[in-house]
Every structure is written in C-alpha cells, then in structure tokens.
C-alpha cells in the first residue's frame, strides 16, 4: 500500500488483568493506492517496528511511505483499523 502520514501518534497502556504494559508507535495514514477507487476511505494507522522506530519517527509526517501489509487489527485506535506489516526502505528528511 502507497501511505501518505497525516501524523505521528504515540501511546502507552498499563498492564492489566495479567497483561503486560506496553506502548505503541502508530502512523496515522491516508491510503495513496492506485488506482483510486481501490482506496481504503478511511485513515488507517500503521504500526511502526521498533527497528523502523529511528529512521522514521519524528521525520515522517507528510511523506509517503510504501507498506507491505500482513495483518489488519480492528479494535485499538478508537476503532480505527491498524495495519501490520513491514515498510520498504525510505530516506526521511
């Protein structure tokens, strides 16, 4: 999927009925595919890896990025989908 990042979002939970706390960094995405009518209508997020973590956070917001997607959560994000996946290569700055 061709991603443009609309803003940077982190979050942070506490551990809970058993669970671990945890934290996330998202990108909140406007879906760019080709061909148009193709397109997800809604702002999607993409989580971030941590390896991906340095190269695009903080330098990400309006550039497009190229996602390989391998899973779709629904449920987090105040119902917003989350895209999992990994990110191609790119240069921010």
Known sequence: MSLTVFK???????????KPAGESYDLLCMDNSNPPEHR???MLYYRTKEEERPKV???SVGNTIQ??????????NG???TLLGSQKVKTYG
């Open 8 to 18: 940077e979002v982190h979050n942070t939970w506490p551990a809970k009925n058993g």
């Open 40 to 42: 997800m209508e809604e």
């Open 57 to 59: 956070w903080g330098k």
């Open 67 to 76: 996602v390989g997607v391998s899973k779709i959560r629904h449920g987090e």
């Open 79 to 81: 119902g917003k989908a």
